[in-house]
């Protein structure tokens, strides 16, 4: 579950982490109060989206007066914002958070997640953070990572050892190592499965300073904390992920054409990059659960069928013990028999029931291109995407 920046600091404030003081508005009116109470020279008006990059979409605006703060928010609320994480179609900005300027000597990055290779949770870092961290990371450039064998909490020392790897010393050092305890906290406490602060900002005062906070917690543990199920903003979710969400589908909406089922993260990913680099662009990933039943494979497949970007759909099975491919065949075949809206199917399987699932398809009378090499099935999906026909 996505948090909104101003939520996360709420939460990351209550471990001790340095957040300067902000507040939430939906108006322009209330912006301008807002930087009354706060104080100041100058501000920042964010918009509240589930996304990132906000800054270079002009989603992040500094002002040095209230005018210029009711100026800002003025031309943020009620717009769709578009940034490198949104899609073609944007986000509707609802609310902007007004927060007190910081002068900035230093930009880290710090994040917390969980590294699947090693089996545990990681703190990774780096001592040039803000806008150009992504290309730095991808080259490997600066960064301290604090990872400790599975099981093992780290030591006040290991978080001392990690702030002077990033270049810190004195003061600026034990608080930043404070941070760093601090965050590996919450994240434990919070069931996150991602705290990511960027910038952690070292002022020209020589405090460190929370400017932005990336926050997702897990869906799987919220039962422990229902307190925070309030905390999600069902308007910035898809509404086909709702939905998909609603019968247990693992769903994300993407900007192509070719709509996907597919059984597996793993193969679902897969399938996306052989779509890409032979030159055409998935719907969304669709990951169907081992445990699904008939009825939401099919609710699964009228959401793709409902979708007007899309154009062909590929289903890609692979039959394990838990779920067949006669049993995906089956659920395909009820929501294609009654949905008002039909489009091309590409169907390949491969392992458990594959024979049965083809046969399924036929004897129900899904007209699907069936496949058992999985580039075939990819090329006759572009095919079929580009021309529209069977």
């Not at 009825?295 to 779920?323: C, F, H, K, Y």
């Not at 009378?365 to 496949?371: I, K, L, S, W, Y």
Request: charged share 25%; hydrophobic share 45%; glycine share 10%.
């Amino acid at each position: 579950m996505n948090l909104h920046e101003h939520q996360a600091k709420s939460l990351l404030r209550d471990f001790g982490l340095p957040i300067p003081q902000g507040g939430v508005a939906t108006t322009p009116e209330e912006a301008s109060a807002l930087a009354q109470v706060l104080g100041g020279q100058g501000w920042a008006v964010k918009a509240q989206i589930h996304a990132g990059r906000r800054k270079q979409a002009g989603g992040v605006r500094f002002a040095d007066s209230r005018e210029a703060v009711v100026e800002a928010a003025r031309e943020l609320l009620g717009r769709p914002l578009v940034t490198g994480q949104t899609g073609r179609e944007g986000l509707l900005v609802k609310s902007v958070y007004v927060e007190t300027a910081a002068e900035i000597e230093q930009e880290i990055y710090l994040a917390a997640l969980v590294d699947r290779a090693a089996g545990c949770l990681t703190l990774i870092a780096s001592p040039t953070g803000g806008e150009k961290v992504e290309a730095g990371l991808a080259a490997g450039e600066g960064l301290v990572r604090l990872s400790p064998d599975a099981g093992m909490a780290p030591r006040d020392a290991d978080f001392a050892a990690m702030a002077s790897a990033l270049g810190l010393s004195g003061d600026t050092a034990e608080a930043a190592a404070g941070v760093l305890a601090a965050v590996w906290k919450a994240f434990l406490e919070l069931d996150a499965s991602l705290i990511e602060l960027n910038p952690l900002a070292i002022t020209k005062s020589g405090a460190l300073a929370v400017l932005d906070v990336k926050m997702v917690l897990d869906d799987n543990a919220l039962f422990r904390h229902p307190e925070l199920e309030a905390l999600r903003d069902e308007d910035e979710v898809d509404p086909q992920e709702r939905e998909a969400h609603r019968f247990e589908m693992n769903y994300v909406r993407l900007d192509g054409d070719i709509g996907l089922m597919v059984t597996g993260a793993g193969l679902c990913l897969a399938t996306i990059d052989m779509i890409k680099r032979r030159g055409g662009e998935p719907a969304n990933f669709m990951d169907v659960r081992p445990v699904a039943s008939g009825a939401q494979i099919a609710e699964g497949l009228r959401i793709l069928l409902r979708s007007p970007r899309v154009r062909v759909i590929l289903v890609n099975a692979m039959g394990g013990g838990i779920l067949r491919c006669d049993t995906l065949a089956e659920g395909v075949a009820e929501a294609y028999r009654t949905a008002a809206r039909k489009l091309p199917i590409v169907f390949r399987g491969a392992g458990t029931a594959k024979e049965l699932g083809e046969m399924t398809l036929r004897n129900q009378g899904v007209p699907a291109a069936v496949f058992d090499d999985l580039g075939e099935a990819v090329d006759e999906a572009l095919r079929l995407a580009k021309t529209g026909a069977a």
